[in-house]
Structures are given as structure tokens and as C-alpha cells.
């Protein structure tokens, strides 16, 4: 018998009993579509991840925060001084291998406001111009606030599209995109002119669906809203931070936010010992980013700010390094994980699905007793019957396998219709042939011991089989 002869066999047997043979593949087709659905859902984690990554500087950049003092430097806290302006003018001195210092004071819960609305702003922060290139951010309007500004201390901001939108209005409620350059806005009791505004950032998937959205007005005007990325309140973790963002002259906010009485948080004490001292800002930064001119040379990046903070605080150890290399290897650590755990239980979906084309095979075998036998007798070989029966149990995995893949696409959009995610799931040539693969090898390990018991049945004890 040549394979041919036996899948068509295997075909005719599944076909004579489709209602077993389906319940059969049932476990094969559960465990190929959680596979295949497992790894498009995780595949879009992964996307989203490195979209954000990339979104908030890349893995070049590294921040520098003030920390509490080391337990054996305990005796030195009142020395302490944290990150400070001071820290931005030596590194650029004598830290060749970083490429950009962008110091920042943050405004921790401040307020804006215009024409009786207010937001807090995730992001509301003392800047140098370098920010821009920092932070990869695009200016869409009006123009970003340069050295001038910043040594004048002038009251002059630049917003996301989420601060435009909580305060003038959303594209989407008003009906047009508001250009806001130009306006004033109330932060905690300082008026600062708009004189710029960022573009809308959002995932590759964001804008799919805000196209899409574009394209049917009708149905997104009668269907359920979901607010993703446009306004500023949706998308992922990384986008909405960018899109709420409002940047000021550092100079700006250490004069009119950290002098003290200036009833702005982060306030600091006067100085001085007579009452008609005059009140002295605050020179502590909140955090201080650097971004390094070659990824490959972090580490010895790091040891050369580390050499030069010391020096500066005095041998104190009171600031930290946190990278984004941190971040993307916890990322790689995530979808390891995920897949890992996803896999293995893909993995026990597939191997019960095994188990029930052994079950069947074996009980089938049993059905055929007297036809096995009556084909050995008329000259079948011991192997023709070995690869009948092992042909017909990979038969009936490889369609489950497929039949699983089909299913994973629908199994894919019920997911996200219940849960609806933040990155959309992208299904893979590559989980969808390992899926397959897998599925028929579980096909061909199922089938061997039915198989083997099949082909060592002996002519005449079949025949008198009742």
C-alpha cells in the first residue's frame, strides 16, 4: 500500500464516522488556536512595548535621581545635597561620552487653568530646549521655548495634545482641531503664554483605528466610543504621558515655582539669617536625564557620571541610575514569561488532544479487528498496516491543526471583544506553522502505540475475532 492509498483510506474512515472523528480533533483545535492566539496577543504586548521604548527616548537615555543616603553613609545626610544644577555644568565638562543633559524641576500636582476648566498635567516640568531632542518630541504648532526664553525666565509654555484638549477642547467634542498658540494659561497662580504645542503621539495601532474611524463616521456615530489616543485620554501608558505634557523655561519655574513663599510645590525654605534676606531659589532638580552618544558604551558611560557625581556631592552617594535598558530587558523578561506560560498550556491543550486520537485509534482498532486480519491474510505486510493506522491518526491531527488555525483568528477577536486591549493582537506566520507542526507531531506520537498494537495483531486470532 503507497501513502497515498493510505491517507485516502484515512480520509474515508474519519468521513464514515465525523461526529467521533470531530470530537477527537476537538482537543487539537483548542490547543492550536490558544497557541496561535497566546502568541498574536503577546506578540502585540511586544510591539506596543517597544513602540513606547522608543516613543520616550530609546535605550540611549539615562536618569539620574536624587536617593536617600546609603546606610554607611548615614552620618554625611545632612550633607546631601540631591541633583543639582551644579551636577548639569560638570558632566557637561567632564563627561565626554554624554551627548545631551536636559536637567528638570518638576511642579508635582500642579494645577492649569483656563476659562473654569483645570487639569493637573501628568508632566508639568521646568525644561532646557534640549528636551525636544530628548524626548523625541515633534512641535505641530508654534514653536518650542529656546535660551532666550529660558534666561529671561519667561512665562511661556509649551503643551501636549491632552493639556490642549482637557482645556480648549477635544477634536473629536468640538468638531475641529484647536490650535491653541497664542492662549494663556493660570498655573498655580502664574499666567504663561502658549507658544507651542506638540503633536499627537500614538502606536502604529491607534492610528490604524483613528483612520479607520475617519472612514465610518456612521458606524463609529451609532456604535459604542472608544477613546483611544486622539484626545489624549486613551492609548498606551507611554503615548497618554507624552500627550499630557507641558514644558516651561527651567529658569522659569526655579525663579517663580521654587522661590520660597512662591505657594508652588516644591517650595523651598529662605535662606539667609536676618528677616530682610532675599528669598533664594531652590537649586535642586527633581531628576536629571542624559542620553548617551552609544548605547554600546553604557557601562563605561555610566562609570564616567558615576566618577564625576562624586566628585561633585563630596564622595556622597545620594542619587541612582535608572536606564532604559532596565526597562527593555524587564519587557524581554515579560514576554518570556508570557509565552512560556502560554505555551505550556497550549502545550497541555495539545498533548490531551493526543491523548483522545490515541483513545480513538485504540478503540477503533478494536472495531477492525477482522478487517486487519483479513488484509494480512491476502498479503498486507506488517508495515502497511503500521502506516495505515499512524497515517490515519496524522490525518486527523493535521485537520484539527488546521481547522485550529481558522478558529485562532475568531478566537483572537472574541478576545479583544470581551478585553479589549491596548496593542491589538497580531497573529504570526511563525506561531501559526509551529502550531501546525506541533499539532501533527502530536498526530504521529499519538498514533504509534495504536499503530504498533494494530500491526502486531496475528492473522488468525483476528479472524476469529467476534
Excluded at 124 to 151: K, S
Excluded at 309 to 328: C, N, P, V, Y
Aim: proline fraction near 4%; aromatic fraction near 8%; hydrophobic fraction near 45%.
Amino acid at each position: 500500500m503507497n501513502l497515498w492509498s493510505a491517507i485516502l483510506i484515512g480520509f474515508k474512515e474519519i468521513w464514515a464516522h465525523k461526529f467521533r472523528s470531530l470530537l477527537t480533533m476537538l482537543g487539537i483545535i483548542l490547543g492550536v488556536s490558544s497557541l496561535v492566539a497566546m502568541s498574536a496577543l503577546v506578540k502585540g504586548m511586544e510591539v506596543g512595548a517597544k513602540e513606547a521604548l522608543i516613543a520616550i527616548g530609546g535605550l540611549q537615555k539615562v536618569r539620574i535621581e536624587p536617593q536617600d543616603v546609603p546606610i554607611q553613609q548615614w552620618q554625611l545626610k545632612d550633607q546631601a545635597v540631591g541633583v543639582t544644577i551644579n551636577d548639569v555644568y560638570a558632566l557637561e565638562a567632564s563627561a565626554p561620552l554624554v551627548a545631551k543633559i536636559s536637567p528638570e524641576m518638576r511642579l508635582f500636582g500642579a494645577t492649569a487653568s483656563k476659562k473654569g476648566k483645570s487639569f493637573r498635567p501628568w508632566n508639568c516640568t521646568g525644561v532646557w530646549p534640549v528636551a525636544l531632542e530628548m524626548y523625541e518630541h515633534v512641535v505641530q504648532h508654534g514653536r518650542m521655548f529656546n535660551q532666550i526664553d529660558d534666561e529671561m525666565a519667561r512665562n511661556v509654555c509649551v503643551i501636549g495634545t491632552g493639556v490642549r484638549d482637557e482645556l480648549f477642547g477635544a477634536p473629536e467634542d468640538v468638531g475641529e482641531e484647536i490650535n491653541p498658540v497664542g492662549e494663556t494659561l493660570n498655573i498655580n497662580g502664574q499666567l504663561f503664554t502658549i507658544i507651542g504645542m506638540f503633536e499627537h503621539y500614538e502606536s502604529e495601532q491607534e492610528r490604524r483605528e483613528r483612520e479607520l474611524a475617519k472612514l465610518q463616521p456612521k458606524r463609529t456615530a451609532t456604535g459604542p466610543k472608544r477613546s483611544r489616543g486622539w484626545s489624549g485620554r486613551g492609548g498606551s501608558f507611554a503615548f497618554r504621558m507624552k500627550n499630557n505634557t507641558l514644558l516651561m523655561p527651567l529658569n522659569t519655574v526655579w525663579m517663580k515655582f521654587r522661590a520660597a513663599g512662591a505657594g508652588a510645590p516644591g517650595g523651598s525654605k529662605s535662606t539667609g539669617t536676618s528677616a530682610n534676606t532675599v528669598n533664594v531659589p531652590d537649586p535642586r532638580l527633581s531628576v536629571l536625564e542624559v542620553k548617551i552618544a552609544d548605547v554600546d558604551h553604557l557601562n563605561v558611560a555610566l562609570q564616567q557620571i558615576r566618577n564625576v557625581l562624586m566628585a561633585t556631592h563630596k564622595g556622597i552617594e545620594d542619587f541612582s541610575f535608572r536606564t532604559q535598558e532596565e526597562w527593555a530587558e524587564s519587557i524581554n523578561t515579560f514576554i518570556h514569561n508570557a509565552r512560556m506560560s502560554g505555551g505550556i498550556i497550549a502545550g497541555i491543550s495539545l498533548l490531551v488532544g493526543g491523548i483522545g486520537i490515541m483513545n480513538i485509534m485504540l478503540a477503533s482498532i478494536s472495531e477492525r479487528v477482522r478487517e486487519i486480519g483479513i488484509r494480512k491474510a491476502v498479503g498486507a505486510a506488517t508495515g502497511d498496516v503500521f502506516v495505515q493506522i499512524l497515517v490515519e491518526s496524522t490525518v486527523i491531527a493535521i485537520l484539527g491543526g488546521l481547522v485550529g488555525l481558522i478558529a485562532s483568528y475568531g478566537l483572537v477577536r472574541l478576545i479583544v471583544s470581551f478585553s479589549a486591549t491596548e496593542n491589538a493582537p497580531i497573529i504570526t506566520v511563525t506561531a501559526m506553522l509551529i502550531a501546525f507542526l506541533f499539532s501533527a507531531c502530536v498526530g504521529v506520537a499519538a498514533g504509534l502505540f495504536p499503530a504498533f498494537k494494530a500491526a502486531r495483531l496475528d492473522p488468525i486470532q483476528a479472524l476469529r475475532y467476534e
